[in-house]
């Protein structure tokens, strides 16, 4: 058991930095995070601006699922609602960088306030086929809405800028996303040191005593789901900025698993899940790549296969996690900080 650790109050039980070595170590991440971009080139900024776009999402998703208890199936819809708020404010207005992602953001929430009113009547399998038909709606709206949507074809998004200054490629669009994802998880962390995130916790784990003590059913939930397609539909505005287009088929019913198999792998209920979980689930793919690239002068067709082996690879890894370590990344991050806190005594 861990000693020296007693707190005197409930502000120091709760504080998001417990000791001198986490601030220190932070303080260590957000330097490394400035001068990623200076030994980085361009390929792995592009994948480090996806990889914090999805632990946004993921975060948001983590919200509503890991803490709240309230399985989606559709936040990917959500993120395609950003992605074309921003495309079309930005393309038809012109309007400041941040102005469209909190209205890319406001919008998401607007609409996830109307899809989590089925929470107050069914949960489980019942909600997420709920959110999974609110998605499909969503999806019929962006293809035939042609006036907003652009319909099949889509919008073209324009280059970011900030202060007159044109974020045109990865490297630049970094500047952006990263204090972004920062703030967002900082944010995320915060929220459950209040009674907002305490109510948000209380509802997952027996949601009709929370009612008895209390807790608004209809407000938390709604609140919970406003939150996690706010998240989303930043997410989905910098998706835009980054890819520049934005088209129905952008955000297929795949990716909405693929943030659900993110919160699984990284750890449900934890914030540094979901930044394991994105992180992971990002960089799967590529390592398939990089594994076909390895191969193939002894087996030409490889890449053919990468698609379907990656379908196959998250399958295996939500079925693993589940089966082998239902907390996912954080649990194995946690073991792996009380050895080194013990060391070398044992636990």
């Known amino acids: 058991m861990k000693i020296g650790t007693a707190k005197q109050s ?52 983590n919200i509503l699922t890991g803490y709240t208890g309230q399985v989606s199936l559709g936040h990917a819809a959500f993120m395609a609602l950003g992605a074309y708020t921003v495309a079309f404010l930005d393309g038809r207005h012109d309007t400041p960088v941040l102005l469209n992602l909190v209205a890319a953001g406001s919008m998401a929430a607007a609409i996830g306030v109307l899809v989590g009113l089925p929470s107050l009547r069914i949960k489980g399998l019942y909600l997420a086929i709920a959110t999974l038909a609110a998605a499909v709606i969503l999806g019929f709206v962006f293809l035939n809405w042609t006036s907003v949507t652009g319909g099949i074809r889509g919008l073209n998004v324009p280059t970011a800028k900030i202060f007159g200054y044109e974020l045109a490629t990865a490297e630049t669009l970094y500047w952006l996303v990263m204090p972004i994802t920062v703030l967002a998880v900082l944010l995320a962390r915060n929220l459950f040191r209040t009674r907002v995130g305490r109510a948000f916790i ?23 789901f406003a939150l996690s397609s706010f998240y989303a539909g930043v997410a989905g505005g910098l998706w835009a900025y980054l890819f520049r287009v934005v088209r129905p088929e952008s955000f297929p019913a795949e990716a909405s698993i693929f943030y659900l198999a993110a919160v699984i792998v990284g750890g449900a209920g934890t914030i540094i899940g979901g930044i394991f979980g994105a992180t992971f689930m990002t960089l ?26 990656r379908l196959i690879v998250f399958g295996l890894l939500i079925v693993g996690f589940l089966i082998f370590e239902p907390m996912g990344l954080a649990e194995i991050w946690r073991r792996i900080r009380r050895f080194f806190a013990l060391w070398p005594f044992r636990t």
């Open 10 to 61: 409930y502000g120091a039980d709760e504080a998001i930095f417990k000791t001198d070595t986490q601030r220190v170590w932070f303080a260590i991440l957000l330097a490394i995070l400035v001068l990623y971009p200076f030994i980085a080139s361009g390929y792995w900024m592009f994948l480090a601006v996806l990889v914090m776009i999805n632990i946004i999402s993921t975060t948001g998703l």
């Open 202 to 224: 209380a509802i997952r784990d027996r949601d009709i005593s929370a009612e008895i003590i209390g807790i608004s059913l209809l407000q938390y939930k709604l609140t919970s």
């Open 284 to 309: 799967v793919p590529e390592l398939l790549k990089l594994s076909a690239q390895l191969v193939t002068p002894w087996w030409p067709d490889a890449s053919i296969y990468i698609a379907p082996i």
